[in-house]
């Protein structure tokens, strides 16, 4: 039988927590690739955290921090590009693992 406090720390998975650092080290299906063509950028919620699943115009998909880093613009509204998704505010490109590429 497991304490309440035992039982807590298995069962949290957001950012920081144990049962989220393990639960991180896995694959986790979170959206059908099928509704990305309909609309190529989709806001889903994994593991506590709010992120931006999109697919480029070369197919690549990417899943990002749901703001950008420069206005906290929401990226949901973002623009695919070739290699990655656009900010809709200044345009910042962020490729497929979140980083800047170009400002």
């Not at 059908?32 to 699943?53: A, T």
């Not at 420069?70 to 998704?85: A, K, S, T, W, Y």
Request: charged share 25%; proline share 7%.
């Amino acid at each position: 039988m497991l304490t309440a406090a035992m039982n807590e720390r298995l069962t949290r998975v957001g950012p920081g927590t144990p049962g989220g650092e393990l639960m991180r080290r896995y694959w986790i299906p979170i959206a059908p690739y099928s509704q990305l063509d309909d609309n190529p950028v989709r806001k889903v919620r994994v593991l506590g955290e709010d992120l931006v699943l999109y697919k480029d115009k070369s197919g690549t998909l990417g899943l990002v921090g749901d703001r950008c880093l420069h206005r906290n613009v929401d990226l949901q509204f973002g623009i695919p590009d070739e290699c990655g998704l656009r900010c809709p505010y200044h345009g910042w490109l962020f490729n497929e693992g979140g980083k800047c590429v170009e400002r």
